[in-house]
């Protein structure tokens, strides 16, 4: 049986695209000279609006691998958005800050492959799923650049144009809500456990009290969106169902 070689992408530019896709994808970055590695997870915030519109002016959640389960251990670091990755207030109240170190490798990696460079002694180590599809590398190509031989022409291949095709720009103070009550030093938890379900009901004469609360907690995008763990219509559910049972509650 063929080992299958570990997936260092090279392509900076490509290397970018695999971060920048409408699904979470995982990724670690390691340092060639010392060994030292972080690993950390992005997703984007609405994933139909990647796939319908790219990433210009859209959204992405970057978490980072704190325990030993890889799967499940990840807590939140900060947000990329048009080409500028950036601490929120919710990254500062939880603890971390420009010199957290997990901060520090992402915003070096990401910075340099944003211009179009592989900043040196970097390795980008894809985690062996399609970025674009998820399914398992096997062809050796494939594992050379982290996309199935179908997806990598969709997104059009090494070298191909930067995945997003815009400047950079910084977010102003403030853009960013803040989530309150998290303890860096205990896990994460979801809010509450709740499932997201199909389809919401309207609820007669007090829908539109549940539509301001909604669009007020849409202020806070990473609460709202339990971190880019739902999308757009799940987030609107579980939130509509939340507030339908606090304001009946409420009226009791």
């Given at each position: 049986?063929?080992q299958?070689?570990?997936g260092?992408?090279?392509?900076?530019?490509?290397?970018?695209?695999?971060?920048l896709?409408?699904?979470?994808?995982?990724?670690?970055?390691?340092?060639?000279?010392?060994?030292v590695?972080?690993?950390?997870?992005?997703?984007?915030q609405?994933?139909?609006?990647?796939k319908?519109?790219?990433?210009?002016?859209?959204?992405?959640?970057?978490?980072?691998?704190?325990?030993?389960?890889?799967?499940?251990?990840?807590?939140?670091?900060?947000?990329?958005?048009?080409?500028y990755?950036?601490?929120?207030k919710?990254?500062?109240?939880?603890?971390?800050?420009?010199?957290?170190?997990?901060y520090?490798?992402f915003?070096?990696?990401?910075?340099?492959?944003?211009?179009?460079?592989?900043?040196?002694?970097?390795?980008?180590?894809?985690?062996g799923?399609?970025?674009?599809?998820?399914?398992?590398?096997?062809d050796?190509?494939?594992?050379?650049?982290?996309?199935?031989?179908?997806?990598?022409?969709l997104?059009g291949?090494?070298g191909?144009?930067?995945?997003?095709?815009?400047?950079?720009?910084?977010?102003?103070?403030?853009?960013?809500?803040?989530?309150?009550?998290?303890?860096?030093?205990q896990?994460?938890?979801k809010?509450?456990?709740?499932a997201?379900?199909?389809?919401?009901?309207?609820?007669?004469?007090?829908?539109?009290?549940?539509?301001r609360?909604?669009?007020?907690?849409?202020?806070?995008?990473?609460?709202?969106?339990?971190?880019?763990?739902?999308?757009a219509?799940?987030?609107?559910?579980?939130?509509?169902?939340?507030?339908?049972?606090e304001i009946?509650?409420e009226?009791?």
């Open positions: 049986m063929t299958v070689q570990e260092v992408i090279k392509d900076p530019k490509l290397a970018l695209t695999y971060l896709q409408p699904r979470r994808n995982t990724v670690t970055l390691r340092s060639a000279v010392t060994g590695r972080f690993t950390f997870q992005i997703l984007p609405d994933k139909e609006a990647v319908k519109n790219g990433t210009k002016d859209q959204r992405f959640w970057v978490k980072f691998l704190f325990g030993q389960n890889n799967e499940s251990d990840y807590r939140y670091l900060g947000q990329i958005l048009n080409g990755f950036s601490l929120t919710k990254s500062r109240d939880s603890g971390l800050s420009e010199t957290t170190p997990s520090k490798a915003q070096w990696a990401f910075s340099g492959l944003f211009a179009g460079k592989m900043p040196e002694g970097l390795e980008v180590i894809h985690c799923k399609c970025a674009r599809c998820g399914r398992k590398l096997t050796p190509e494939s594992v050379k650049n982290g996309f199935g031989p179908e997806c990598i022409q997104v291949g090494a191909a144009p930067c995945a997003i095709e815009v400047e950079p720009v910084k977010i102003a103070a403030g853009v960013a809500a803040p989530q309150r009550n998290l303890n860096f030093n896990p994460a938890v809010a509450q456990g709740v997201a379900p199909t389809n919401y009901v309207s609820v007669p004469g007090i829908d539109a009290e549940i539509r609360r909604i669009t007020k907690l849409q202020e806070d995008q990473e609460t709202y969106t339990q971190d880019g763990e739902l999308d219509k799940q987030a609107f559910n579980v939130a509509y169902n939340k507030f339908r049972v009946e509650r009226r009791a």
